[in-house]
């Protein structure tokens, strides 16, 4: 039996909906969400559908996505893993900072450290 994991890097209601939307398929023999970061799904391929597992898989969450227009996601295979996600512009993150508080981004290192006090008083 094949096994193939998909990871959602960390969107988690996504994976739930992708849970269900596998379940309704009848090649796959066991489902079930990895604890306890719940964004990840292991899946067992049945016997007949084993060759082509990971190509089969890749359509199934294509369709589901394009289906539901999250067209900004994105596949990666590797190996027997296949990650769900939104690329992201590598300009847009060394430009941006985060507040690892509240999340708000800024542009520049001063602002981050002003921001920062604000949670403190
Ligand atoms: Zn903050």
């Known amino acids: 039996m094949t096994h193939i994991l998909i990871n959602f890097a960390g969107d988690v209601h996504l ?8 379940s309704s398929h009848l090649v796959f023999s066991d489902i079930f969400m990895i604890e ?8 067992s391929l049945e016997k007949n559908y084993e060759r082509n597992g990971n190509r089969l898989v890749k359509e ?11 067209t ?9 893993i296949l990650t769900v996600g939104i690329p992201k512009d590598i300009g847009e993150i060394s430009t941006l900072l985060m507040c690892e508080i509240c999340g708000w981004r800024m542009t520049t290192e001063e ?6 006090r604000t949670h403190w008083i």
Do not use: F, M, W
Request: aromatic letters at 8%; proline letters at 2%.
């Open 60 to 70: 199934i969450l294509r369709n589901y996505l394009d289906s539901n227009n999250l």
């Open 111 to 116: 602002e981050l450290l002003v921001h920062r």
């Open 15 to 22: 994976a739930q909906a992708v849970k269900c939307y596998l």
């Open 72 to 80: 900004g996601y994105q596949i990666t295979e590797l190996e027997n």
């Open 36 to 43: 306890p970061e719940e964004d990840e799904i292991s899946i």
